[in-house]
């Protein structure tokens, strides 16, 4: 983690090469700033015909709105008039080890995707079987090619969990399909 | 009833067989959990919560919270030390200085170093946090709501503006907490805000559920998209197969003035309301350096390097409990999460806590003395156990993680609805940690915001809503100018460094990377 080891990120200029100015970041505070707006707008209408007083209901949703779209706009018009000035790296989130651009973004859309997918079934499907398949795919998802260790990981976590919640703990987890 | 009485109690309450066996599993799945590369003592925590639903008391709860926030530290220097991933950005420190330790065969070292610091300042910090909780909690009782108010704009701001690198980013990221603690019914009037007519938002969203999102959700999507990015060299315990030492005397007497000096930098620092530990922990390594006959080490794997931070994070820790006991103001992650558990079982933290639930805050607080000891016990001694739990491969690991994360909501919520909530909550996390947004600023407001804008309209509301109340109360302004002092604070090193000349340096993260 130390300056020396991480690496150079492609938007400073190396040995004289055109700088690249990622889009990512650009869009999200595009993103932010539009839906911020879009928050504002929705805090103006719910508030209807009532008076904004100091001590009214709509004046937080109105303050907290208005400073994300504020904030989101500085952002953006800083992110397009100086696309270099990323900040440093933040040890909290461990982003500095990798550049935005050395992501690849298909792995993480399929999980969201399995997530959802997951999530879905749950109720209907039961818990043992949505999670037994779920954690398999993840797995694979995440790059694991080891489909005996995965399966039989699956298999004995998701029983062991079911079991150990609505037997040992008393919480409720759906059976769904399976008799159990 | 006297301290000394409240604590004794409290021991007899913990010694139990029963709730010492809640310590020993607090502090067993602690350890486990914090091992585990990317987790962080809150969403240790918010992944738990749930096991804690069937029981009837509270106490039993919160001795294994209390056990699991320790375990949670102590499993995750080991991790920064071995394998370079600190969890929080109070371990970077550690991360730095231990696994250069770490790499130059001297890993076992910085293990005991840095356990034996975390037991001193844990202890002693503890011991501080039970003389001085009851005598703060009652200065606590006179403060109105505009101070309130003002301990809340402190808590955040302060936050915000030290935790992360970019103060327009952190405020974002603060914006977005508010706005999240804003959806729901309106405490005062019953107004829904932000609910788009969606029912299930009439309750609001809660903080397990974002913290769940943004720590358990966001992590894996955000560790998904770079897995070949990962550091996955576990620096050996042994190195060439010989066996070494923990610590030498000579390494001894390099580390405990550190730890002393770590102790005495962090616990005050946690225990104000601006508190988190990665500053003391910061301040610490600073420290350490610029008193160590060592210098040259530093970077390379200095044992000062590790024994002062570790000992300042952990006494910062038990600081932290400090504000959230007694005012009921979290200033980490983890110590939101607390108090979301303790709301859980209809325990307010604040200024009468140790009046209403005597039994139950000493029966906590005697458990972090107990915590602590075991931990000792358990670390070092089982530390080839947890290397194994290191080398979990990444790919189950983490399918697991967001299996427990959507039982977690799942389970707490009974709602689809909530556990689809909790994962745009990490894809918002997995966008804010790809362009480093600070996360803590999120969930600080989350849970401050809407107990910040009840007590601006509880003391509008005495006032006859004449704004004035907010600058006519020293204490009030006090606190009001400290947020200020706080916001400014990170750029001082930076105007300094520019009539000096040169770039600031900040730990090894300068802007120049």
Excluded: C
């Excluded at chain 2, 919270?65 to 995750?76: N, Q, S």
């Excluded at chain 2, 590790?306 to 110590?335: D, H, K, M, Q, R």
């Excluded at chain 2, 809503?465 to 009001?480: A, G, K, Q």
């Amino acid at each position: 983690m130390s300056a020396s080891e991480s690496p150079a990120r492609p938007e400073a200029p190396r040995d004289g090469a055109p700088a690249r100015h990622p889009v990512g970041p650009r869009v999200f505070a595009g993103v932010l700033f539009v839906s911020g707006g879009g928050l504002f707008w929705y805090a103006f209408t719910e508030s209807g015909d009532d008076p904004i007083t100091l001590d009214s209901p709509h004046l937080a949703p109105l303050v907290v709105t208005g400073l994300w779209t504020v904030l989101a706009a500085v952002l953006l018009v800083k992110s397009l008039v100086r696309p270099d000035e990323a900040p440093p790296a933040d040890p909290e989130t461990d982003a500095g080890e990798t550049d935005p651009a050395d992501v690849r973004w298909l792995t993480p859309a399929l999980l969201a995707v399995a997530l959802v997918g997951y999530v879905l079934l749950l109720p209907t499907v039961g818990f043992l079987i949505t999670t037994t398949v779920f954690f398999f795919a993840a797995a694979v998802i995440l790059g694991s090619r080891r489909w005996w260790r995965d399966g039989v990981i699956a298999v004995v976590l998701s029983t062991a969990v079911y079991f150990a919640f609505t037997r040992l703990l008393d919480i409720f987890l759906p059976s769904g399909v399976l008799p159990i | 009833m006297s301290i000394l009485d409240g604590l004794l109690d409290g021991f007899a309450t913990v010694l139990s067989p029963e709730n010492l066996l809640f310590a020993a599993i607090g502090v067993t799945v602690g350890t486990f959990v914090g091992v585990l590369p990317g987790i962080g003592p809150a969403l240790t925590i918010a992944l738990l919560l749930p096991v804690t639903f069937s029981m009837d008391s509270p106490t039993g709860a919160f001795i294994m919270f209390a056990g699991i926030y320790y375990g949670a530290m102590y499993g995750g220097s080991t991790t920064s030390i071995l394998l370079n991933t600190p969890g929080e950005s109070a371990s970077v420190a550690t991360a730095i200085e231990g696994h250069q330790m770490a790499l130059r065969g001297r890993a076992k070292t910085a293990l005991a170093t840095s356990a034996i610091g975390s037991f001193v300042a844990g202890t002693l910090s503890t011991l501080a946090l039970t003389l001085f909780a009851v005598p703060l909690a009652s200065l606590a009782v006179n403060f109105q709501a505009s101070d309130y108010f003002a301990l809340a704009v402190l808590a955040m701001l302060s936050v915000t503006a030290l935790v992360g690198r970019s103060l327009l980013r952190g405020l974002l990221s603060l914006a977005v907490g508010l706005f999240i603690g804003l959806v729901g019914l309106d405490e005062l009037t019953g107004q829904a805000r932000f609910t788009f007519g969606t029912l299930e938002l009439f309750e609001g969203i809660g903080v397990t559920l974002v913290i769940v999102g943004l720590f358990a959700v966001g992590e894996t999507l955000h560790v998904a998209g770079r897995l070949r990015h990962l550091p996955d060299h576990i620096a050996p315990l042994d190195p060439g197969g010989r066996r070494v030492g923990w610590m030498s005397r000579a390494d001894l007497s390099r580390s405990w003035r550190p730890w002393l000096r770590g102790t005495a930098v962090g616990f005050p620092f946690g225990a104000l309301p601006a508190g988190g530990a990665d500053i003391p922990t910061f301040l610490s390594y600073m420290w350490e350096k610029r008193l160590s006959k060592h210098r040259k080490e530093f970077g390379k794997g200095a044992v000062e390097g590790v024994a002062g931070p570790e000992a300042a994070n952990n006494a910062a820790f038990s600081g932290v409990l400090i504000p959230l006991l007694t005012l009921g103001i979290p200033t980490s992650a983890t110590a939101a999460v607390m108090l979301a558990s303790f709301q859980v079982f209809n325990v307010q933290p604040g200024p009468q806590l140790f009046e209403k639930s005597s039994a139950l805050v000493w029966a906590l607080i005697a458990s972090l003395y107990v915590g602590n000891v075991m931990l000792l016990l358990l670390n070092l001694p089982l530390i080839r156990l947890w290397v194994q739990v290191l080398k979990i491969p990444r790919p189950p690991l983490y399918a697991g993680i967001l299996v427990f994360a959507t039982i977690g909501v799942y389970a707490v919520s009974g709602s689809v609805f909530q556990v689809l909530l909790a994962y745009g909550v990490g894809v918002l996390g997995l966008f804010m940690r790809m362009y480093r947004f600070p996360i803590a600023p999120v969930i600080l407001g989350a849970i401050l915001g809407p107990m910040m804008e009840i007590q601006f309209r509880r003391a509008l509301l005495i006032s006859n809503n004449d704004l004035s109340v907010f600058v006519t109360r020293p204490l009030t302004v006090t606190l009001l100018a400290l947020a200020v002092v706080a916001v400014v604070l990170p750029f001082l090193p930076k105007w300094i460094a520019r009539l000096r000349g040169r770039s600031r340096d900040r730990l090894a993260f300068g802007e120049d990377d």
